[in-house]
């Protein structure tokens, strides 16, 4: 039996590693979860899987979920919660799929505690790759990728020599607005950009996808899970979402995972590693299958994807303020306060002003994330005033 925590059970990674594990009680049991302010679904959760440790970041919901719930699973709250949550004694796993940068610190302190990583928050390597791959070196804790197209990579490599690795090719299905002009763009809403073509995901990840920021720190997330350079990383425009991504080795030979789209096969997959679980997920029917197309992105019409790419080979701090300046852009971009297109402008505009450090340490990259999103700010109150 393997117990489990939980870091962001109400999103929709969340949810969905929970039903990979309700398809399979007998294989793994629910330690602890832990979610922002959606205390009624938390709620639900905590009836369904009775955890030892519920966790809600904001505490005014917390309070809400003491006074409306009595049960035996104690609730925690804040940053403290979330690291207890983390650490707890009875957990093998933690799958880590909070939103953005508040998952570093309780990733890494689910490091420190000798867990094995599920890693579906993508930002922990992009604002603190080198450090966080060191600690799992240090700890001798393994990182599972739940992304669907690090999953890909991770499976395409197994039995493999990866010193043979000529690149890795990342498929993006390109997002909603595929094939558009930044003319086109000028004038898209939120709602638009909502429209994902073959993913359900949460608000902000949908955003980055539409942005093509969302594979950008897909980008550097790879450059630490496999320890490649980032010239052997590509990316490739797959609009059917089908395959979801290809190593290619120094012979030529490429392997490429295929598979529905559906994120409960890379989480489950993650969990149960190396046995793979039997699954009632949608199954690729190749006879009804018309076209697998490819294209090169456009990084004029996208340019977040160009700046990620920069931020990775320049290192050191600079993919922290990449992480935090997008972040604080999107939900800019959610709240109405800036255009579509003034996302990757506040990202180029912040990283353009960052005095970049070489070798980080946590301190460091917190205050780095600090001063970014800051910065990031400024640069939206720019852009306000030019209206």
């Known amino acids: 039996m393997q117990h489990v925590a939980i870091l962001g059970s109400t999103g929709s990674i969340g949810t969905q590693a929970l039903d990979v594990i309700a398809a399979n009680p007998d294989k793994y049991k629910i330690t602890a979860l832990a979610a922002y302010q959606n205390e009624r679904l938390l709620a639900e959760q905590i009836e369904y899987f009775k955890p030892e440790i519920a966790v809600l970041i904001d505490k005014q919901a917390a309070d809400r979920l003491i006074r409306a719930y009595n049960c035996q699973t104690q609730v925690l709250t804040g940053e403290d919660g979330l690291v207890e949550a983390a650490t707890m004694s009875r957990t093998d796993t933690v799958l880590t799929s909070l939103v953005g940068f508040a998952g570093l610190n309780p990733t890494v302190a689910a490091i420190k505690a000798g867990k094995t990583i599920a890693l579906a928050n993508k930002e922990t390597l992009v604002a603190a790759g080198e450090l966080v791959m060191s600690l799992a070196k240090q700890y001798n804790v393994s990182i599972y990728p739940v992304d669907s197209e690090h999953s890909a990579v991770f499976q395409c490599l197994q039995g493999e020599n990866r010193q043979q690795i000529s690149r890795i090719i990342l498929t993006a299905s390109g997002g909603p607005f595929r094939g558009r002009t930044a ?31 969302n594979k950008g720190l897909e980008v550097i997330e790879a450059r630490w899970l496999f320890g490649v350079d980032y010239e052997q990383i590509d990316v490739c425009i797959h609009p059917q979402s089908v ?44 006879n009804t299958l018309s076209a697998l197309t490819f294209a090169a992105p456009d990084t004029n019409t996208f340019p977040a994807l160009k700046l990620a790419y920069a931020a990775g080979k320049t290192g050191g701090t600079m993919p922290c303020v990449y992480n935090a300046a997008n972040e604080v852009a999107v939900y800019a971009f959610l709240n109405g306060e800036i255009g579509f297109l003034d996302i990757a402008q506040v990202i180029d505009y912040t990283m353009r002003n960052h005095a970049v450090l070489a070798n980080p340490d946590l301190v460091q990259i917190y205050s780095t994330d600090s001063w970014a999103r800051r910065y990031a700010l400024q640069a939206i109150d720019d852009l306000k005033r030019k209206r």
């Open 183 to 213: 003319g086109d763009l000028a004038n898209v809403t939120v709602e638009d950009c909502l429209k994902h073509p073959n993913w359900s995901m949460g608000r902000k990840i949908t955003i980055d996808s539409a942005t093509l920021a």
């Open 243 to 286: 395959i979801h991504s290809m190593v290619e080795f120094i012979d030529g030979s490429i392997i490429a995972q295929l598979g529905m789209p559906d994120m409960r096969l890379p989480i489950q997959y993650a969990l149960s590693y190396p046995a793979r679980l039997s699954s009632n997920f949608p199954r690729v029917d190749f």
